[in-house]
């Protein structure tokens, strides 16, 4: 390990024992609604790129692979109930739910939630393709799949698990064995990455989510105990990049992976990928170099979504 990611790494460790220390007078985020956390303070963003509180350690970074630029952000947090969701309906309606078909931009929800950083979800909307939906524990669909996809499964704890090519007997067996521990589910994937190492080969094929395309990519992957990252790339839309197949995203994605834990990625999971790819953090901008959300990667490029994942603090 070189000089710097030894830095980086004790530097992350110090912040972790922190968020640990700090968050036990901290009260817990309710996991059974759809409700805010409070509105992160602008004094605790210590740079651009980076924000810390008692509750929540985010890192935004960049880079470039396979001829393409990517963002993604390091988050950590105290808390599992810091992993939220939300539906672009409660930009119009705080009462909105995932049974509605609203779309909007991905920084003006992280705005209405609160949000600390967030990122574009799957897409939920399209109810032909998207057969499963849990939310904050509550379970809004779980319709007919052809196995094409995947599903995220994150616990009560935060811990990520999948259930591959999913049909309804598959989902309905793997609930009624974990129902109780069930957090949020997502239907997209593939898995791109488990247990460190990259999963997807020369040969994997899957046009319901344009394997072999060179596009924008989106992805979610746990490296530790309430840890992740959140990673987007850039596509062909832009100068400077000619986008990733999926082949290409697993292998950036297990490569992020070892850059924060020695034992990489856990479990990286693909979502919505294309111009959806979103990635929201608040940045200088505005009146009076005021803090604003922005979305990070590829700003110039910004499609409406239907739902984003986001992180909370617990600091009131």
Known sequence: MT??????????????????????GLTPLPLDTLGFGPAPKDE???????????????????????????????????DPSQFRTAPAGVYYSANATFTSDGTMRGRY???????????????????DKCSVVMRQTVQYRNSSSNGAMDALVVDKNGNFSAIPNITKESYVEYYQANVDAMYQVFCFGPVLVKNGKSV????????????????????????????YLLITTEGPEDEKGSGMTILDFAQLCEELGYKHSDTGCMLAFNLDGG??????????????????????????????LGDIIYFATLVD
């Open 3 to 24: 000089r710097l990611l030894k830095t980086t790494a004790l530097i992350l460790c110090l912040c972790a024992l922190m968020l640990t220390a700090a968050a036990e």
């Open 44 to 78: 605790n963003y210590l740079s651009d790129t980076e924000y810390l509180d008692e509750s929540i350690h985010v890192q935004l970074f960049e880079g470039r692979f396979q001829n393409t630029n990517y963002n993604y952000a390091y988050v950590k947090l105290s």
């Open 109 to 127: 929800v992280a705005k209405i939630v609160n949000a600390v950083v967030a990122m574009n979800g799957d897409y939920y909307t399209k109810s």
């Open 200 to 227: 997807i080969g020369e040969s994997y094929e899957n046009r319901h989510v344009g394997s072999g395309n060179q596009t924008q990519r989106s992805a979610i992957a746990q490296i530790g105990e309430l840890e």
């Open 275 to 304: 111009s959806s790819t979103t990635l929201v953090f608040k940045q200088p901008g505005g009146s009076y170099g005021n803090l604003i959300y922005t979305k990070v990667n590829a700003p110039e490029h910004e499609r409406l």
